[in-house]
């Protein structure tokens, strides 16, 4: 007897077991088979005296998974009966892959210093990014463009007093599902030095 018919590994667990139980009154062999990957069990095989239980390890690989919802289908074969069905199932959900590949040039000032910043974002579902930065000046956010390869303004207020300062940027992508992802960047701001 198998003890379930589905292990749900959700969008967290990593490891599940299902145990197989002997209920009769003769030792049994037991395996389990199917093209499983990126599923694994600890065990494809064994014996089981009479009354005896054993618990099978079931894992999933996320790392080596598409990102979706994955789905497996293995057969539970004893000696004493025919075969029993365990699905194996699970969701791959990852936050977007940021990366700057383009700090913004040295933008110059008064009155504001504007330059762009360009980002790539790899996900597989739609995404919003927005630009974000900080330095001795205002803080500010807006809206980057794009698909793939997405762009915004930086656009620095001028610090009264202060000629060269670095501010840093950051890109935050959130997909559909609220997964967050960040990459962070930094843009030296010249202005005029004083005198």
Do not use: H, K
């Amino acid at each position: 007897m198998v003890s379930t018919a589905l292990v749900d590994f959700g969008t967290g667990l990593t490891s599940a077991s299902v145990t197989l139980t002997n209920t009769g009154d003769q030792s049994l062999n037991w395996s389990i088979s199917g093209a499983i990957a990126p599923f694994g069990v600890s065990s494809t095989a064994g014996t089981l005296g009479p009354g005896a239980s054993s618990a099978v390890d079931v894992v999933v690989d996320r790392a080596a998974a598409p990102e979706g919802t994955l789905s497996a289908d293995a057969v539970v074969v004893s000696s004493a009966s025919g075969g029993t069905n365990l699905t194996l199932r699970a969701a791959v959900d990852r936050p977007p892959r940021v990366s700057i590949i383009q700090d913004a040039p040295v933008p110059t000032c008064p009155p504001i210093a504007v330059s762009t910043i360009i980002a790539r974002v790899d996900d597989n579902s739609p995404v919003s990014v927005v630009l974000s930065w900080s330095g001795p000046g205002a803080a500010g956010s807006t809206s980057m463009s794009g698909s793939g390869n997405w762009s915004g303004p930086l656009a620095v207020d001028y610090v009264d007093g202060v000629w060269s300062y670095v501010v840093t940027a950051t890109a935050t992508a959130t997909d559909t599902a609220g997964n967050v992802g960040t990459a962070t960047g930094t843009a030296r701001v010249q202005c005029p030095a004083p005198g």
